[in-house]
């Protein structure tokens, strides 16, 4: 143990004297001095310094220049000034490298100064702006009021009183008017890019929307298309797939309907273009109808001539067409009679003049000793042996059909059809498809 601790102190020892003797043997003159900057600047240096300094917020860069390297140093308030003094220099004749040490500066007294000396330079820009600003503002103006004027005017309006198509002519011109006032007014503002980026995005931004907004587009044409097709009108009775109603009004996505109840129904356009409806208004005359079943005994052309009279006699059924009656079915419960009438909607009511119809024929019924069926019950019982039922005698169920009664089709709507096809022929916009001139 004792011979290994000596022999590690003998190499200790040769390093060490190995080290001193190599120190020893190297001359200062071999030593490279480090490159220092030059004490006094060079002209790049001081130009570098000038232009520099005529930049707003560089002027605590310092600039230091040694055989063509340039050392930026001092602190700036905001970062791109760092790149641009770095721009600068690089930009400099006789600039080998650049060597950017420039910080930003944490001083809260410069930085407040700077946040405020900045909002006093643009206050005072906004200031030189307003009126500019004013005009162009009241130029928009000017062109909405005059689209706003020009769409109120009666030559605008589409003939035949379509409200809903003149409130879109309105609205188109008011918005096409605006839309001018506004490009004009960035041109004045010197925003022309912004007017061209807004012209050039529009028909980009047409498809995205119509792709987004599908359902919405689609009610919005159906609607149009319902206002030039005009399959109704406000306060028409409709009735369209299984909704029933009266109209209320079209707007641009909605079809607004009050039920007969009284509440407000919202059917979408596009299912409103596209459903089966049935307009029971544009027709001024419609016809109403009722059953009732007499006792099979009764005598039916008196219960037919009865209840006619009676139905002839009411306010309201019109004399032409002429109520009718006829049988509808007869059955061993009785004998089910069914009269109609026609009556003049913008006068009367269609459920209150049906319902004094039948209360009127049901009380001239009961006058007459007309009844109603009744419940009968057959007791059979074992018949004697030898005797056979009587024949069936011909009673006042049974009654001989009158001579002339008149089977012939039923030729009511014919002169009312006559008179609506005369009217498609006579205007050649109303493209009568079934009957073509």
């Keep these: ?65 040694y055989g063509g390297v340039v050392r930026l140093e001092g602190a700036v308030l905001r970062a791109d000034n760092r790149d641009i003094a770095e721009l600068i220099a690089k930009q400099e004749d006789g600039v080998v490298a650049v060597q950017n ?3 930003l500066s944490a001083s809260l007294a410069q930085r407040a100064r700077e946040a405020a000396q900045d909002g006093l330079e643009r206050g005072q820009r906004f200031l030189l702006f307003m009126p500019l600003l004013l005009l162009a503002a009241l130029m928009v103006w000017g062109f909405s009021r005059t689209g706003r004027w020009l769409g109120h005017r009666p030559w605008l309006h589409f003939p035949g009183s379509n409200p809903y198509l003149s409130t879109l002519s309105r609205r188109l011109v008011q918005w096409v008017f605006f839309a001018i006032g506004a490009i004009i007014a960035l041109d004045l503002l010197g925003a022309t890019k912004v007017a061209g980026a807004l012209l050039g995005s529009a028909g980009i931004m047409g498809v995205v929307i119509g792709f987004a907004f599908r359902d919405i587009v689609e009610n919005y044409l159906a609607g149009i298309l319902l206002s030039l097709r005009r399959p109704f009108a406000p306060r ?13 009004t079209l707007q641009t996505r909605t079809t607004v309907l009050m039920t007969l109840d009284g509440n407000e129904l919202q059917l979408p356009n596009a299912t409103v273009f596209k459903a089966v409806i049935l ?19 009764a005598s039916i052309s008196t219960a037919l001539a009865l209840g006619l009279e009676k139905i002839a006699q009411i306010n309201g059924v019109l004399a032409e067409p002429a109520p009718a009656g006829r049988v509808e079915q007869d059955s061993p419960s009785g004998t089910e009679l069914r009269f ?14 049906r319902s004094e119809c039948i209360r009127q024929v049901k009380n001239a019924f009961a006058a007459a000793e007309i009844a109603a069926p009744s419940t009968t019950y057959t007791i059979i019982t074992q018949k004697p042996a030898g005797k056979t039922a009587p024949a069936p005698q011909a009673g006042a169920a049974l009654e001989e059909v009158a001579a002339g009664t008149d ?11 006559d008179a609506q096809l005369q009217g498609y022929e006579q205007d050649p916009k109303a493209g009568n498809l079934l009957n073509p001139a």
């Design 340 to 353: 109609t009438a026609w009556i003049d909607q913008s006068q009367n009511d269609l459920s209150r003049t």
């Design 236 to 248: 028409d009775h409709v009735r369209i797939d299984s909704h029933e109603g009266r109209v209320m």
């Design 1 to 65: 143990m004792l011979r290994l601790c000596r022999r590690f102190a003998l190499v200790l020892v040769l390093a060490c004297a190995l080290s001193f003797s190599a120190l020893a043997q190297t001359s200062p003159s071999s030593i490279t001095p480090s490159p220092t900057l030059s004490p006094q600047p060079s002209a790049a240096a001081k130009a570098l310094q000038a232009r520099l300094a005529l930049v707003p917020g560089m002027e605590g860069v310092r600039v230091r220049e």
């Design 279 to 297: 307009n029971l208004s544009r027709n001024p005359k419609r016809r109403l109808e009722f059953a009732l079943t007499i006792d099979g005994k």
């Design 101 to 103: 040490r420039i910080q």
């Design 407 to 417: 089977t012939s089709v039923n030729a009511e709507l014919d002169a009312q059809l």
